[in-house]
């Protein structure tokens, strides 16, 4: 699969350390809306997974990474990173007004799923691993 790396052509021709002042010497903006969320887009895939942290002292800290990635046309995949795409002549947004049989199918089997058994016991299992991450911040603290 080919893959194109937008956020690689930003990158090119600046240099980080003369041309970005540090956080603590600006103010951040909120960030512009992503345009892939926004119908959401057919092609936009948004993958969330647990990381550990890395750390070696008491009980590990996990975070949770987001990675954006579209899929244009057949065969290829652009990472999108962290900045937003607040425009784009690929953008196919899902409306749930012109919903599709597909789409419709989808959202009926992420209900059923969600209402099933295994979801709901999936469910419990998210809310007490996350209770525990709470406990376990705060003894921490």
């Not at 937008?6 to 540090?22: E, F, H, T, Y």
């Not at 057919?42 to 990381?51: A, M, P, T, V």
Request: net charge negative; charged share 25%; glycine share 6%.
């Amino acid at each position: 699969m080919k893959t194109q790396d937008p956020s690689q052509d930003l990158q090119d021709g600046v240099d980080l350390a003369r041309d970005i002042q540090p956080e603590s010497q600006r103010t951040l903006a909120p960030p512009h809306p992503r345009i892939c969320e926004a119908g959401p887009c057919r092609n936009y895939h948004r993958l969330e997974d647990q990381i550990d942290d890395g750390s070696t002292m008491g009980t590990p800290t996990f975070h949770v990474r987001v990675t954006h990635y579209c899929y244009p046309s057949p065969g290829i995949e652009m990472p999108l990173g962290a900045l937003p795409v607040v425009r784009c002549n690929r953008w196919d947004p899902i409306v749930v007004e012109a919903m599709t049989d597909e789409d419709a199918a989808l959202i009926r089997r992420r209900h059923l799923f969600e209402n099933s058994f295994r979801g709901t016991e999936y469910a419990a299992q998210v809310r007490a691993w996350e209770a525990g991450q709470r406990d376990t911040s705060e003894e921490n603290q």
